[in-house]
């Protein structure tokens, strides 16, 4: 199972006042474990970016005048998360915006019923409790000291270590900030773990004469038993 925690930075709030996307950031889980690969990109959003918005981001103006605009970025940026599942906090809002950006480029929408929401499912594991990504760090013991103002990978690689635990706990040795490969060096661990391990020959479980037919009489009762169905098929096969 492949998904892509995303998340994004913007000029404002909606892109139909003009807001556009400024950062992209995606981290790749492979069956919930991450890979090491990610994908980011600052984007030119072909205007200024708002004083108050700096304050939230720190990206300036002056800091996107070289980068590309999304049109260049947009074969690439859809590429790396085709075929993934998004997880994204709060995600009505990116998904507007990014939809917003691709569909001028000709491709589908993203639906966003599609999308694991970890906002709305740490709103409903902790009803009444702050679900921003700082609370849910602080919940879960995430070191964030390096989130002074927001940032599209970082947060997203925050977000990721959240959705883990918000699954159910992370596995040990699987934080993102300490093992970033830890999918792509399993096998070398795998190997010598089997290697390592010891040899225990398989045990027979064998039933008595009386229990077998205990067994047989207890079955005689059961009505159409899903083995006879089976057989069934099998003989009109």
């Not at 970082?154 to 635990?165: N, P, S």
Request: glycine share 6%.
């Amino acid at each position: 199972m492949r998904e892509i925690v995303l998340d994004t930075e913007t000029t404002g709030m909606d892109p139909l006042d003009g807001d556009r996307i400024i950062e992209i950031g995606c981290i790749e889980l492979l069956n919930q474990i991450p890979t090491g690969r990610t994908y980011h990109q600052y984007i030119n959003p072909e205007r200024d970016v708002p004083e108050d918005a700096v304050a939230v981001h720190g990206i300036t103006t002056e800091f996107l005048q070289d980068k590309p605009v999304f049109g260049e970025i947009v074969g690439e940026f859809m590429d790396f998360i085709k075929d993934g599942k998004l997880v994204i906090h709060n995600a009505a809002f990116d998904i507007k915006f990014i939809n917003f950006e691709i569909e001028l480029f000709g491709f589908k929408p993203i639906p966003l019923n599609t999308v694991e929401d970890t906002l709305m499912r740490a709103r409903r594991m902790f009803p009444g409790s702050p679900a921003n990504l700082d609370a849910l760090c602080r919940r879960f013991q995430i070191d964030n000291t390096s989130r002074t103002l927001h940032g599209a990978l970082l947060d997203a690689e925050l977000l990721a270590e959240v959705y883990l635990e918000l699954l159910g706990g992370r596995q040990h040795g699987l934080s993102l900030a300490n093992n970033k490969n830890a999918a792509a060096d399993k096998g070398d661990d795998n190997v010598e773990l089997i290697k390592t391990r010891p040899y225990r020959a398989p045990r027979l479980f064998e039933i008595s004469a009386e229990d077998a037919e205990k067994h047989a009489a207890f079955c005689t009762g059961l009505k159409e038993p899903l083995w006879d169905k089976v057989k069934k098929t099998a003989d009109k096969a």
